[in-house]
């Protein structure tokens, strides 16, 4: 009887080598915050996609959306230990690990969304963004549009004069910090997620973000006046795990290089779109749209284009390459 069951399971385990693959699937973990419907979640499905036609017998693509990994600053934590292997992440986060993205918050640094679509779609920038990094366990493959960060308040912003001595929630950062300094404004630096009740509380009278804030977060509620002074746009980089993208074959990372450019291209014109729909959404709660001379707000802050450059010498080669855009 025994030897019978040997006999089986022989066979069995002979015709199980017979079938099954060389090697099993390489599982590639994505980790974001957003919902289902943003425009990042759609352009990782993508991300996923790309690779899975072009290398689906070596890699699986699995995605987890709606922070189900953690918080943003968690899931970096786990890039950089090869736990989750891509995730995208604002460049200001990336400021205190490498302080060449502080290019990204020095105000007013393009004067349209065009101009710094162009820039962060060039593959030179990203080259230059990736040579520092190898040594910081992630790499940038592509950046993401998180659109114009603009003020928006229960007050309405026709001129730079009308920032004066209010107070603003705004996101952490040097850099933004002196742009409020030269407005003669009050910054508060909070948690987004804590920027609801502060509003509702009459803590900040307003907050700078792009038009999503208004309908997402329910700001529009308590700010009624959103006006387009457009004074930084803030890139979310798309980054891998440095040791995992080195590990990869030539002709494997040029895969998911290129998925990362098919992301991005998709991902700016999902944004487009899920931003139309917000301005008549945030005109429905009530909010209204104001077009203000920029150049007036620019003009603030333009003298501390120098110093910016001379505190952080790691922006310099980076803001001239903005200024073949301008």
């Given at each position: 009887m025994k030897l019978c069951r040997l006999i089986i399971l022989s066979v069995?385990?002979?015709?199980?080598?017979?079938?099954?693959?060389?090697y099993a699937k390489i599982t590639v973990t994505v980790a974001h915050t957003h919902v289902e419907t943003h425009p990042q979640h759609k352009a990782f499905l993508v991300f996923k996609n790309y690779i899975e036609n072009e290398l689906g017998e070596r890699y699986e693509i699995q995605i987890y959306p709606n922070g189900l990994a953690g918080s943003n600053e968690q899931v970096f934590s786990l890039v950089k230990m090869n736990s989750i292997q891509f995730m995208a992440i604002s460049a200001s986060l990336l400021e205190n690990s490498s302080k060449q993205y502080a290019i990204f918050s020095v105000p007013y640094l393009f004067r349209s969304e065009e101009v710094y679509e162009n820039f962060i779609r060039d593959p030179e920038v990203i080259a230059e963004l990736q040579a520092q990094e190898k040594r910081k366990f992630f790499r940038p493959l592509s950046a993401f549009t998180a659109g114009t960060r603009n003020f928006y308040a229960s007050f309405p912003i026709r001129t730079v004069d009308d920032l004066k001595d209010r107070n603003f929630r705004v996101q952490i950062g040097r850099n933004t910090g002196l742009m409020m300094e030269a407005f003669g404004a009050n910054d508060y630096v909070m948690s987004f997620r804590d920027v609801y009740t502060a509003l509702?509380?009459?803590?900040?009278e307003g907050a700078e973000n792009n038009e999503l804030a208004l309908v997402d977060q329910k700001h529009g509620e308590f700010c009624k006046y959103y006006s387009y002074d457009g004074h930084q746009m803030i890139p979310d980089m798309l980054i891998g795990s440095e040791e995992f993208l080195s590990s990869l074959p030539t002709e494997d990372y040029e895969?998911?290089?290129a998925a990362a450019m098919e992301a991005q291209r998709v991902e700016i014109r999902e944004w487009k779109s899920r931003v139309k729909k917000a301005i008549k959404q945030a005109e429905d709660m009530g909010v209204s749209f104001i077009k203000v001379d920029s150049q007036s707000f620019r003009n603030k802050v333009l003298p501390l284009h120098d110093s910016l450059l001379t505190d952080n010498p790691a922006i310099r080669k980076l803001y001239v390459m903005t200024l073949k855009y301008q």
């Open positions: 069995m385990l002979f015709l199980f080598g017979l079938t099954a693959p060389a509702k509380r009459g803590v900040v895969v998911f290089r």
